[in-house]
């Protein structure tokens, strides 16, 4: 390996052109703006009271009690959405940072001078509540009123409602804590790359490390990574398990039968989904301990360590693409999906709803994360050697657009599509990306590079974010039981996981462990089994419309639209899967084995 004293760290966000940082216009020109605005918002918390005790006297009074409460939170997305992508930019920027605490202040506020308004609605004799929602004056409304109603066996007291809310200030302190130990406070120093040039480790640039052809390097960064979650694996433990009690603790004062079943409560998503996926999973690991067997044998290893999954199998194939290259290939392969739809995406990846690369302190990975009334914002740290950071572009682009198609065909109360479906759209993109790029290789080992990518797709999103859901769910029912989750409990749990998901030939490194650690979804509990579903619905959809015609596209764009205008597991049977039935999982795992069996052979491993 050459070295070099030339050295590659991250700009200062001050340094970063704005050309390259997304354009928070849309949501309010400036942080004086933006202070303005949350002083109007916080005066407004007064409006309320007015309301206090009137739920029940008429539907007119409902009815006005609720516009003022989707007013008041249609600004509240501004104020908080605004807040949390100036703070994203960089974690230790104080005044950001600030922002986000007093936004958040204020809303806890909010929260509880508004908490009257469940168990009122909640006292509404049944009956009276079904003739109301007949009426013309809540018709805006009914949708939502009659979910409020679904919860009846979940919403306590006012008093007890109030003092639930009152937490909200704190609730989120795990998530903060993880989010600036891990993004801000911890250093992981520099790694020389394959290419010799001296690069700083982090939680951004550690995918790319992964991907260095030197084995050398990707052990180094590795290591070298872990070895500063080892440095404070006792904090995170503490972090992750704090998280995990507000989970159960929730689920027990709402009177759900346990964490998991509160999680899926929301969506309307019966717990044999959830289950359905993991034994789906389970049943096909011979077939993903196989795949690593053959990417053992195609890089002429004689064992294979977690660092060796993610360097492509094909070296020789070019990847390096510029921002606009990127941008160019995304909405090139998803033509099929219409002018409007190419041409808005274009605009806005062209133009600046993107925060593009990274910067010294900027929140890792990347996401979407718009409004109603702004623009679908996405952060990116994006790095243009890496072929999967535009595969990643193409994913977040799926949220973006998802979210503008739902505000233009849906009211503000019903625009807000959830993470179930979200990631249907997200992972769609990134099926017709690969298809573009299959359909366009020049050589067998061009498509053999896709292949390959297309399995670790398959292996990343339902193979990989199932382990994390069984995780989860293992997790949390430890301490629903009563055992402490101990940093060596949350250890042993997951090296089960990891020695029966990689299989008896993966070499499993104790730093590996660790990785449980690490992961930004805990902190949202039972988020990441979405993905899975995600990815296995958005395959069977993919080839619905490409193989397809007029129907098929419009029954997916009127999938985009519908926010939360129904049911997830409803707006999907409309577009044209059913994920209650454990034919998607499987079927998408079969085609896994059909990719894995191509890919030998067009190598010869």
Same mark, same amino acid.
């Given at each position: 390996m050459t070295?070099?004293?030339?050295?590659?760290s991250?700009?200062?966000?001050s340094d970063?052109?704005a050309?390259?940082?997304?354009?928070?216009?849309?949501?309010?020109?400036?942080?004086?703006e933006?202070?303005?605005a949350l002083?109007?918002?916080?005066?407004?918390?007064?409006?309320?009271?007015?309301?206090?005790?009137?739920?029940g006297?008429?539907?007119?009074a409902l009815?006005?009690?609720l516009?003022?409460?989707?007013?008041?939170d249609?600004?509240?997305?501004?104020?908080?959405t $605004?807040?949390?992508?100036? %703070?994203?930019?960089?974690?230790? /920027?104080?005044?950001p940072?600030r922002? #986000?605490? @007093?936004?958040?202040?204020?809303?806890?506020?909010?929260?509880?001078?508004?908490?009257?308004?469940l168990p009122?609605?909640m006292a509404?004799?049944?009956?009276?509540l079904?003739?109301?929602?007949?009426?013309?004056?809540?018709?805006?409304h009914?949708?939502?009123?009659?979910?409020?109603?679904?919860?009846r066996?979940?919403?306590?007291?006012?008093?007890?409602?109030?003092?639930?809310?009152?937490q909200?200030?704190?609730?989120?302190?795990?998530?903060?804590?993880?989010?600036?130990?891990?993004?801000?406070?911890?250093?992981f120093?520099?790694v020389v790359?394959?290419?010799?040039?001296?690069t700083?480790?982090?939680?951004?640039?550690?995918?790319?490390?992964?991907?260095?052809?030197?084995?050398?390097?990707?052990?180094?960064?590795?290591h070298?990574? $872990?070895?500063?979650?080892? %440095?404070?694996?006792?904090?995170? /433990?503490?972090t992750?398990?704090g998280? #995990?009690e @507000?989970?159960?603790?929730s689920?027990k004062?709402r009177?759900?039968?346990?964490a998991?079943?509160?999680?899926?409560?929301?969506?309307?998503?019966?717990?044999?989904v959830?289950?359905?996926?993991?034994a789906?999973?389970?049943?096909?690991?011979?077939?993903?301990?196989?795949?690593?067997?053959?990417?053992?044998?195609?890089l002429?290893?004689?064992?294979?360590?977690?660092?060796?999954?993610?360097v492509?199998?094909?070296?020789?194939?070019?990847?390096?693409?510029?921002w606009?290259?990127?941008?160019?290939?995304?909405?090139?392969s998803?033509?099929?999906?219409?002018?409007?739809?190419?041409r808005r995406?274009?605009a806005?990846?062209?133009?600046?709803?993107?925060?593009?690369?990274?910067?010294?302190?900027k929140?890792s990975?990347?996401?979407?994360?718009?409004?109603?009334?702004?623009?679908?914002?996405?952060?990116?740290?994006?790095?243009?050697?890496?072929?999967e950071?535009?595969f990643?572009?193409a994913?977040?682009?799926?949220h973006?657009?998802?979210?503008?198609?739902?505000a233009?065909?849906?009211?503000?109360?019903?625009?807000?599509?959830?993470?179930?479906?979200?990631?249907?759209?997200s992972?769609?993109?990134?099926?017709f990306?690969?298809?573009?790029?299959?359909?366009?290789?020049?050589?067998?080992?061009?498509?053999?590079?896709?292949?390959?990518?297309?399995?670790?797709g398959?292996?990343?999103?339902?193979v990989?974010?199932?382990?994390?859901?069984?995780f989860?769910?293992?997790?949390?029912?430890?301490?629903?039981?009563?055992?402490?989750l101990?940093?060596?409990?949350?250890r042993?749990?997951?090296?089960?996981?990891?020695?029966?998901?990689f299989?008896?030939?993966?070499?499993?490194?104790g730093?590996l462990?660790?990785?449980c650690?690490?992961i930004?979804?805990?902190?949202?509990?039972?988020?990441v089994?979405?993905?899975?579903?995600?990815?296995?619905?958005?395959v069977?959809?993919?080839?619905k419309?490409?193989?397809?015609?007029?129907?098929?596209?419009?029954?997916?764009?009127?999938?985009?639209?519908?926010?939360?205008?129904?049911?997830?597991?409803?707006l999907?049977?409309?577009?044209?899967?059913?994920?209650?039935?454990?034919?998607?999982v499987?079927?998408?795992?079969?085609?896994?084995?059909?990719l894995?069996?191509?890919?030998?052979?067009?190598l010869?491993?």
């Amino acid at each position: 390996m050459t070295t070099t004293s030339s050295e590659h760290s991250l700009p200062p966000r001050s340094d970063v052109p704005a050309a390259d940082t997304w354009d928070l216009s849309s949501l309010f020109p400036s942080d004086a703006e933006w202070e303005a605005a949350l002083a109007v918002w916080e005066a407004g918390i007064s409006g309320f009271a007015r309301f206090v005790g009137t739920l029940g006297a008429s539907p007119e009074a409902l009815a006005a009690c609720l516009d003022h409460d989707l007013e008041f939170d249609r600004s509240g997305d501004r104020l908080g959405t $605004y807040a949390h992508l100036r %703070a994203s930019e960089d974690q230790g /920027a104080p005044q950001p940072q600030r922002m #986000v605490g @007093r936004f958040q202040h204020v809303a806890t506020r909010a929260a509880e001078t508004s908490s009257f308004m469940l168990p009122e609605i909640m006292a509404i004799p049944p009956e009276s509540l079904d003739a109301w929602l007949c009426l013309p004056v809540l018709a805006p409304h009914r949708i939502g009123l009659e979910r409020i109603v679904r919860r009846r066996p979940h919403v306590l007291s006012q008093r007890e409602e109030k003092l639930l809310a009152m937490q909200g200030t704190f609730a989120g302190t795990a998530a903060k804590v993880f989010r600036q130990l891990t993004d801000a406070d911890m250093k992981f120093g520099n790694v020389v790359n394959g290419s010799g040039r001296n690069t700083e480790l982090s939680n951004a640039t550690f995918s790319t490390f992964l991907l260095d052809p030197d084995r050398g390097v990707r052990r180094t960064a590795f290591h070298q990574f $872990y070895d500063q979650y080892q %440095a404070h694996a006792n904090t995170l /433990a503490a972090t992750l398990s704090g998280s #995990v009690e @507000r989970d159960v603790y929730s689920a027990k004062v709402r009177n759900h039968s346990s964490a998991v079943e509160a999680a899926l409560f929301a969506d309307n998503v019966p717990l044999t989904v959830y289950d359905q996926l993991i034994a789906a999973v389970r049943s096909h690991l011979p077939t993903i301990h196989r795949y690593y067997d053959l990417r053992r044998r195609l890089l002429g290893l004689d064992d294979i360590h977690h660092y060796d999954c993610y360097v492509p199998l094909v070296q020789d194939v070019p990847q390096r693409h510029t921002w606009d290259e990127a941008v160019d290939l995304v909405v090139e392969s998803l033509r099929p999906l219409g002018p409007d739809y190419c041409r808005r995406l274009g605009a806005g990846l062209r133009g600046r709803w993107c925060d593009r690369y990274p910067n010294a302190g900027k929140q890792s990975g990347a996401f979407s994360s718009g409004t109603y009334d702004s623009d679908p914002y996405i952060l990116m740290n994006f790095q243009d050697e890496a072929i999967e950071h535009v595969f990643t572009l193409a994913h977040e682009a799926g949220h973006s657009m998802h979210t503008r198609l739902s505000a233009d065909a849906q009211p503000y109360q019903l625009a807000g599509y959830t993470i179930f479906v979200a990631e249907v759209a997200s992972t769609f993109n990134e099926q017709f990306l690969a298809r573009h790029l299959l359909e366009r290789a020049k050589s067998p080992r061009e498509r053999a590079h896709i292949l390959s990518r297309e399995i670790d797709g398959i292996r990343s999103t339902i193979v990989r974010q199932t382990m994390f859901a069984e995780f989860e769910r293992r997790t949390h029912a430890s301490a629903e039981a009563g055992e402490p989750l101990t940093l060596e409990r949350l250890r042993g749990i997951y090296r089960e996981l990891l020695d029966a998901y990689f299989g008896p030939g993966f070499v499993i490194d104790g730093q590996l462990e660790l990785e449980c650690l690490r992961i930004p979804h805990y902190y949202s509990a039972f988020y990441v089994y979405k993905y899975a579903t995600g990815l296995a619905a958005a395959v069977a959809l993919s080839e619905k419309v490409a193989g397809g015609g007029k129907a098929e596209l419009n029954a997916y764009l009127d999938f985009l639209r519908g926010g939360c205008s129904r049911w997830p597991l409803e707006l999907l049977r409309d577009a044209g899967v059913d994920l209650e039935q454990p034919e998607p999982v499987a079927t998408a795992l079969e085609r896994f084995g059909r990719l894995v069996d191509e890919l030998e052979t067009t190598l010869g491993g």
